[in-house]
Each structure stands twice: as structure tokens, then as C-alpha cells.
């Protein structure tokens, strides 16, 4: 054991042994020869690898949607190979998969799940990325991306907040966020509750508002109304291209 000291992994060690009390014996009891200083291969790596981000896909001014990937780009220090992932990486507070590229590239992937946590591009992104070297020298955690370098984060589809009759012909269905139609189809809307009707057609879409109209019969003021919606041909999207979530019969008012 040495002591007084700890051995670094720049030193140049030396080792030499002259016999003074007791002795090291073979079987037969010959003992060890003195030797001069004899020279100690040095593996110790006692060096922290150094990385940085260096790239962010898609980059900042754009918004990633639910199932986008978003794919922050390291690079290590004197472009050193053979980095692993140091305990689980996340991006968004999301546990991301690791991959080295070569070259002394590695890549952590992040797939944009519903419900994770929405993040404006104005703002930085969130991470938990450290990696270590093949001795278990582990670098310094980065622990996020600075706004105007990554993307901001969509992570929550419109919702089908309530639905009100217009009229005997028409149905109105509000949903929590702004919304758009993405050629979505009338047929993908079921109506429940009115005898022989059912949705002929998307009369609007605007804000957070979805206009529907009735064919086929007309609403009555003691039928039980109920609409449904399940997303077979097009989409209607918010700002980011997140698609409206399928909802079972819900009541209409």
C-alpha cells in the first residue's frame, strides 16, 4: 500500500526493494534479490472525460409534437471514443436513449410522449446528460440547454373540453387550445341520442371551437345528445400539428 500520497496518473513510478528485517522466500526458503528502482507501468485514469453539446435536431424555432424526436448532438473533448452513458440520461426530465455516432460523437434521443411537460422555445430545455470513460471517470452533468439553442416542446394534444347544441341542425364542441382542420372528416364524429340523425359535415373550425352539422333528423329539446369522435381520415391539429384526441360519447348540453 502506498502512503502519504496518492498516485496520479501522469507520474513516472518507480519501485526497488533492499532486504533489511524478515524476507519474501520461495518454497525453500531462498529470498527475494534486492533490486534497483525498476520502472511501474502507470494505468491509472484518473481523468474525467470533457463533452458538450454541440447541436440540437429539430433547433430552436421550432416546436417538437408528440412523437417528434428531438436529438441533442455531444462532442467529446479531443474527440475521445469509448464514452458510455453514466446513469440514466433525460431530456425534459424524460428518460432518453444514448448512442455513440463515432469520432467522439454521442447522440441522446428523446420521443415527445403525451402528457410530458410542455416547454416554450424562448426558454432553456431541460437535461440530466453525464457520461464516463471506460476507466468509470465520470465528466460534469449537463443539466440544460440554453433557450435559443433546442426547440420548444408541444407534449399535450387538444382535449374535448364540453359540446352544446347551435341549433336543431347544429352542434358545438369546445376543446382547451386553438385549433385548426387538417382535412378532418365529418364521419369521423358519431351522434348519439338524436333518432335517424347523425354529423353531415364540419361547418367550422375556429379557435377553440369545432361547428358540426346535423343530418338526417333534427335535434330535439328532450333528446339525450351525445357526440363521440374517433380520428380515422385527416386530423384537426393545434398550432404545433398535435392531432385532437379521440373522445367517447360525451353530452351535449
Do not use: C, H, M
Amino acid at each position: 500500500g502506498v502512503t502519504g500520497a496518492t498516485i496520479a496518473d501522469d507520474d513516472t513510478v518507480t519501485i526497488a526493494y533492499t532486504r533489511a528485517t524478515g524476507s519474501i522466500d520461495d518454497a525453500n526458503g531462498n529470498k527475494l534479490q534486492n533490486f534497483s528502482a525498476q520502472s511501474v507501468t502507470n494505468t491509472l485514469d484518473t481523468t474525467a472525460p470533457t463533452y458538450s453539446v454541440t447541436s440540437v435536431s429539430p433547433t430552436s424555432g421550432n416546436t417538437a409534437k408528440v412523437g417528434d424526436d428531438v436529438v441533442v448532438t455531444i462532442t467529446a473533448g479531443g474527440n475521445e471514443t469509448g464514452l458510455t452513458a453514466s446513469g440514466t440520461q433525460t431530456v425534459n426530465g424524460v428518460t432518453s436513449s444514448f448512442a455513440e455516432s463515432g469520432s467522439g460523437v454521442y447522440t441522446v434521443t428523446y420521443t415527445v410522449v403525451e402528457g410530458n411537460t410542455d416547454i416554450s422555445d424562448a426558454s432553456a430545455l431541460p437535461v440530466s446528460i453525464t457520461l464516463k470513460d471506460p476507466a468509470g471517470n465520470a465528466g460534469t452533468e449537463i443539466t440544460s440547454i440554453a433557450s435559443g439553442t433546442a426547440p420548444g416542446i408541444d407534449a399535450n394534444s387538444p382535449e374535448f373540453s364540453s359540446a352544446t347544441t347551435v341549433s336543431t341542425t347544429q352542434i358545438s364542441i369546445t376543446v382547451d387550445q386553438t385549433v385548426t382542420n387538417n382535412s378532418a372528416a365529418f364521419g369521423d364524429f358519431t351522434l348519439g341520442g338524436v333518432s335517424g340523425g347523425s354529423i353531415g359535415s364540419i361547418v367550422s373550425v375556429s379557435g377553440t371551437t369545432i361547428t358540426l352539422g346535423v343530418t338526417g333528423a333534427t335535434i330535439a329539446d328532450d333528446d339525450t345528445v351525445t357526440i363521440a369522435y374517433t380520428r380515422a381520415t385527416g386530423s384537426i391539429d393545434d398550432a404545433n400539428g398535435n392531432k385532437l384526441q379521440n373522445f367517447s360519447a360525451q353530452s351535449v348540453t
